[in-house]
C-alpha cells in the first residue's frame, strides 16, 4: 500500500530521541523551550507554545481570545473537525463560510456577505479561523482587511502549511493572522508523534495560553495574590489543562526541523510531477497560486461524477491497486454533531460540491518518482475504465 502520508524518521531523529531518554528530563525540561525558540525563529514570530497537539493549541487559542458562551467562531467547512470543535469547548457557537472554488479556502467573498448580514443581526464573530487547506494559504491578507473593519480576530489552522508562504511570508510569522496553529501529527509536515504548537506576536495572549497549557499554574511571584511562602511554592490563578508537549516529542520536531525545507521542497517537487502527468486527464488539478508557496501538505484531485463511474468508483480502484487515496474533508457542518445544531447538506454548496468529487493522492517526502509513477498509472485506469 501506498499511504497518502507518512512520516520519515531518520537515525538522527532517533539519537536525538535517545539523547532526551538518557536525560535528566522527559518532560518540562530544556527540549520543549529549545523547539519553540527554532520553530518562531524559523517562521519569524514572536512568540511560541508547544502543545501536545493542534487541538489544543486552537483551544488555547480560543481561550486566550475569551471565546465564550454568546460568542461566535466562523470557519471553514472543508477542514478537519477540530478546527470548528475548539469553540464548542470554550461553550461558543460555530458557524462556517463557504470555500472559494479555486482554492478551496475561505471564501473572503462570502466571509463579507456574511459578516454584513451579521453586523445587521449583532452577531459577529470573535474568532475566525482560516484553514490553509492542503498547504495552500487561505486569502490572508483579504480577511485580515476584514477583521480591521468588522473586528474580530484570526487564528490561522495551518495545520497544513508550516514551511509555506503567504505573498513572501512565511506561515506563523504573523504577518496578517493574530495567531497561527501549527500540527505535528505524523502526516503533516515535520512531526512529534502528537503534538502541536500556538504562533503569535502578542506577548499577553502568549504568556497566557503558556500559563494555560500548565493547570493555570505560575511560579512567578510576580503574577501571584501575595508572596510565596518558600521555593516550592505554586498558585493556580486560573483553571488551565495538562496540554504539554513532552521533552520526547520536542527533540524529535527539533530534529525533524533542520530538514523542513528539503520536505517541503520535495513535496512541491511531486506536486509539480503529479501537474505534469495528469494534465491530459479529465480531471480537475489543484490551482497553484503564483504569489504563494504552498506546504503540500496534501494533493487532491476532483473528478467529475460522469469520469470513471464518479470519485467513489475511482477511489475504490485505487484502492484496490494498492493506493492508499483519502478524502479531505467531509464538510463538517455535514457532522451529525453539527447537523444537531441546525446545519444541514445544502448550506455550503461550493464545499459539498468540492467533497463530492476530491480524492488526496498519495503525498509525502519520502515517495519516490516510481511510486508516483504507480499512482498516476492507477489513475488513468480507473478513469479509462
Ligand atoms: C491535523 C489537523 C488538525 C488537528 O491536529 P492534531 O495535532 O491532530 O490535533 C487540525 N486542523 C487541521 C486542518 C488538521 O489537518
Known sequence: MIPYGKQQVTE??????????????????????RFEQAVKAYCGAAHAVAVNSATSALHLACLVLELGPGDWLWTSPITFVASANCARYCGASVDFVDIDPQTYTMCPVALRRKLETAKLQQRLPKVVVPVDHCGHPANLAAIRDLAEEFGFR???DAS?????????????????????????????????????????????????????????????????????????????IELGF?????DIQAALG???????DGYVARRNELARRYDEALSTLPIGLPYRDP???????LYVVRIPSNEGGGRRAVFDALRR?????NVHYIPVHTQPYYRAMGF??????????????????????????????????????ALRG
Not at 538522527?12 to 518532560?27: E, G, N
Request: hydrophobic share 40%; proline share 5%.
Open 344 to 381: 444541514a447538506r445544502g448550506n455550503f454548496p461550493i464545499a459539498e460540491s468540492y467533497y463530492s468529487e476530491a480524492i488526496s493522492l498519495p503525498l509525502f517526502p519520502a515517495m519516490s518518482d516510481r511510486d508516483l509513477d504507480t499512482v498516476v498509472a492507477s489513475l488513468t485506469r
Open 291 to 297: 504569489h504563494c508557496y504552498s506546504g503540500q501538505h
Open 254 to 260: 527539533l530534529s525533524q526541523l533542520s530538514r523542513i
Open 242 to 246: 495538562n496540554y504539554r508537549m513532552t
Open 154 to 156: 484570526i487564528v490561522e
Open 321 to 325: 491497486d494498492g493506493i492508499g487515496a
Open 160 to 236: 497544513h502549511s508550516i514551511g509555506g508562504r503567504y505573498r513572501g511570508e512565511l506561515i506563523g510569522g504573523g504577518a496578517h493572522s493574530h495567531m497561527t496553529v501549527f500540527s505535528f501529527h505524523p502526516v503533516k509536515i515535520i512531526t512529534t508523534g502528537e503534538g502541536g504548537m500556538l504562533l503569535t506576536n502578542d506577548a499577553a495572549l502568549s504568556e497566557r495560553a503558556a500559563l494555560l497549557r500548565t493547570h493555570g499554574i505560575t511560579r512567578d511571584p510576580a503574577r501571584m495574590m501575595e508572596p510565596p511562602d518558600g521555593d516550592w511554592y505554586y498558585q493556580q
Open 12 to 33: 538522527a531523529d532517533i539519537a536525538a530521541v535517545v539523547d532526551v531518554l538518557r536525560s535528566d528530563f522527559l518532560t518540562q525540561g530544556p527540549a520543549v523551550p
